[in-house]
């Protein structure tokens, strides 16, 4: 069993639309929990970071961990075309970041 | 925000032949780079851990007579692929962390073996 799983899609919606990513882990010392979005043959790019649970919100990103079900999301609103990409979510138990579990990604397709 | 680097980004060898990939932290200096593998449409897999200094440390399965790292200042981790096959034929990411643990990742290598 992978430690994270991840639905890889893809995800077609259409533009303006709200895109709903999720996450589940199995390993419950995992503290933080990260999104990276990942464009076609480039490296990720780290969106945004949640530590334990809770929502964390940064323009139109929204990231929720529910510890109790190991289980976490990332909401996109008013979605746009240049948000076509693949969307990773990965967790680690240290501090320090220092091994990172990554989901195997889902592929977001935003039509105009 | 922090840039880091990868050189080349695409690469073509023969089979037997050896590749070597540089990491960079441009604007930041980075005492742990780390590599990951990306098959297509698969997640990254963490390859091994660079630290400045020291020998890297190898995930479980991955060959460290293989795949050599070596990280000999702050700003630049290489690896370098021996003997390389077909199968080596993959998105090679290297990610730097920067003093407040934060991981920045590079563009990739795509490297393909004939």
């Not at chain 2, 200094?53 to 000999?72: P, R, W």
Request: glycine letters at 6%.
């Amino acid at each position: 069993q992978k430690e994270v799983e991840q639905d890889p899609g893809p995800l077609s919606v259409p533009e303006g639309a709200i895109v709903s990513l999720n996450c589940t882990y199995s390993n419950s010392a995992f503290q933080y929990f990260m999104w990276y979005r990942q464009y076609s043959r480039k490296g990720p790019e780290l969106l945004m970071y949640t530590y334990s649970s809770g929502n964390k919100e940064d323009g139109r990103f929204t990231a929720q961990v529910d510890k109790s079900s190991k289980y976490i999301s990332l909401f996109i609103r008013d979605s746009q075309p240049s948000d076509s990409a693949t969307y990773l979510c990965a967790t680690t138990e240290a501090d320090s970041w220092g091994k990172l579990q990554f989901g195997a990604g889902t592929q977001v397709v935003v039509t105009p | 925000g922090a840039v880091v680097s990868q050189h080349p980004s695409r690469v073509i060898c023969k089979s037997g032949t050896s590749v070597k990939i540089e990491c960079r932290s441009l604007d930041f200096q980075a005492t742990t780079m780390f590599w990951y593998r990306q098959f297509p449409k698969q997640s990254l897999m963490l390859m091994a851990t660079s630290n400045e200094g020291s020998k890297a440390t190898y995930e479980q399965g991955v060959e460290k007579d293989k795949f050599l790292i070596n990280h000999a200042s702050l700003t630049l981790s290489t690896l370098t692929v021996t003997s390389a096959h077909p199968e080596d034929s993959s998105f090679y990411i290297c990610s730097a962390r920067d003093s407040l643990y934060e991981q920045y990742f590079g563009p990739g290598t795509r490297l393909t073996v004939t």
